[in-house]
């Protein structure tokens, strides 16, 4: 890793801002002489909300879209394809967000290979993700080959993310760099939206403002939570030490239902709030999991979940500014 270029797509998101946190850190304490190249739409917002890491003199800045960017000069050894559209906030007709996601994945993603095929890429890395699997039975294995139905528009992220892998593929056979695939689950930490669509996020905000905690279904979906800094830490190991075109699930395996979820927040942060759910459970109605088995990155890869769910809650309230936690 030394003296040597990453090429980061998605460097302005929840996860590119953890890989070049880390990057910088490391990149530091190890004088590794290296540069990482950050590709981003807009590089004045990037330097508003990131200033310490936009100032960095490791990092370059690339304006551009992930799906026509122009191509930097040099060699850059190692890649991340980090961006990705993940349905956007709902509105509008589902047939048309499905049309923009698979747009802006699969395009991204053949473009952001074609970068990586002329520029002397040994190892890439995409950032794919569980939803690839459809419905899931408990703790999903990456032999499991997924229950989605193409012709669903709600299914398109899942798809879009299949076909990117799919073309993973075929890159790495035509061109011959490593393509290692990270398959990501749920996060959370500082950096990750309160206000988006991810649940855990809201109860924190809702927590912050002293707001009833509310849940959009009927609490029963069951989730786990892996904490920033070791999902980190294992998209590093996947990059690095992976075999290629050998997928590998990112997350935790210790599940946990939304409104089990909700009521973790309100112990955690000590707030004694209402939370209101906004459906009984039907019976009958098979409860959807979204949970990873992580034993493949346990033994291939020797990887951990070190930080528990509760304190995952407490550093990320801290960050947001909360005060009133328990020690």
């Given at each position: 890793?030394?003296?040597?270029?990453?090429?980061?797509?998605?460097?302005?998101?929840?996860?590119?801002?953890?890989?070049?946190?880390?990057?910088?850190?490391?990149?530091?304490?190890?004088?590794?002489?290296?540069?990482?190249?950050?590709?981003?739409?807009?590089?004045?917002?990037?330097?508003?909300?990131?200033?310490?890491?936009?100032?960095?003199?490791?990092?370059?800045?690339?304006?551009?879209?992930?799906?026509?960017?122009?191509?930097?000069?040099?060699?850059?050894?190692?890649?991340?394809?980090?961006?990705?559209?993940?349905?956007?906030?709902?509105?509008?007709?589902?047939?048309?967000?499905?049309?923009?996601?698979?747009?802006?994945?699969?395009?991204?993603?053949?473009?952001?290979?074609?970068?990586?095929?002329?520029?002397?890429?040994?190892?890439?890395?995409?950032?794919?993700?569980?939803?690839?699997?459809?419905?899931?039975?408990?703790?999903?294995?990456?032999?499991?080959?997924?229950?989605?139905?193409?012709?669903?528009?709600?299914?398109?992220?899942?798809?879009?993310?299949?076909?990117?892998?799919?073309?993973?593929?075929?890159?790495?056979?035509?061109?011959?760099?490593?393509?290692?695939?990270?398959?990501?689950?749920?996060?959370?930490?500082?950096?990750?939206?309160?206000?988006?669509?991810?649940?855990?996020?809201?109860?924190?905000?809702?927590?912050?403002?002293?707001?009833?905690?509310?849940?959009?279904?009927?609490?029963?979906?069951?989730?786990?939570?892996?904490?920033?800094?070791?999902?980190?830490?294992?998209?590093?190991?996947?990059?690095?030490?992976?075999?290629?075109?050998?997928?590998?699930?990112?997350?935790?395996?210790?599940?946990?239902?939304?409104?089990?979820?909700?009521?973790?927040?309100?112990?955690?942060?000590?707030?004694?709030l209402d939370i209101l759910i906004s459906r009984r459970a039907s019976a009958g109605v098979p409860i959807k999991h979204y949970v990873p088995s992580v034993?493949?990155?346990?033994?291939?890869?020797?990887?951990?979940?070190?930080?528990?769910?509760?304190?995952?809650?407490?550093?990320?309230?801290?960050?947001?500014?909360?005060?009133?936690?328990?020690?």
């Amino acid at each position: 890793m030394r003296d040597q270029q990453i090429f980061l797509t998605g460097g302005t998101g929840f996860f590119g801002c953890w890989l070049i946190e880390s990057f910088i850190a490391a990149n530091q304490s190890f004088s590794l002489n290296s540069k990482i190249t950050v590709l981003t739409r807009n590089p004045d917002i990037f330097r508003e909300r990131s200033p310490h890491l936009a100032v960095n003199p490791a990092v370059s800045l690339l304006k551009g879209d992930v799906s026509s960017f122009r191509f930097p000069e040099g060699s850059f050894p190692f890649v991340v394809h980090a961006a990705a559209d993940t349905g956007g906030s709902r509105t509008g007709k589902a047939k048309d967000t499905a049309i923009t996601t698979l747009r802006t994945i699969l395009d991204g993603t053949r473009n952001t290979l074609d970068f990586a095929a002329s520029h002397g890429t040994r190892k890439f890395m995409m950032i794919s993700s569980g939803a690839v699997y459809g419905d899931q039975p408990s703790f999903t294995t990456e032999d499991f080959y997924g229950s989605l139905d193409p012709c669903l528009p709600e299914n398109a992220y899942g798809e879009a993310k299949r076909a990117a892998e799919a073309l993973c593929s075929a890159y790495t056979s035509s061109h011959g760099f490593a393509c290692k695939i990270a398959r990501c689950f749920a996060f959370v930490g500082p950096h990750l939206p309160l206000d988006g669509r991810y649940a855990i996020g809201n109860f924190i905000q809702s927590a912050l403002t002293s707001q009833p905690i509310h849940i959009h279904g009927d609490g029963t979906p069951v989730r786990s939570y892996l904490y920033a800094a070791d999902l980190t830490v294992w998209l590093w190991t996947v990059l690095f030490n992976a075999p290629s075109l050998f997928p590998i699930n990112i997350g935790s395996d210790k599940a946990i239902s939304i409104g089990q979820l909700a009521e973790e927040v309100r112990a955690t942060l000590d707030c004694n709030l209402d939370i209101l759910i906004s459906r009984r459970a039907s019976a009958g109605v098979p409860i959807k999991h979204y949970v990873p088995s992580v034993q493949r990155a346990y033994d291939q890869l020797k990887l951990k979940q070190t930080v528990e769910l509760h304190e995952a809650i407490r550093r990320t309230a801290e960050w947001y500014g909360w005060t009133n936690v328990k020690e």
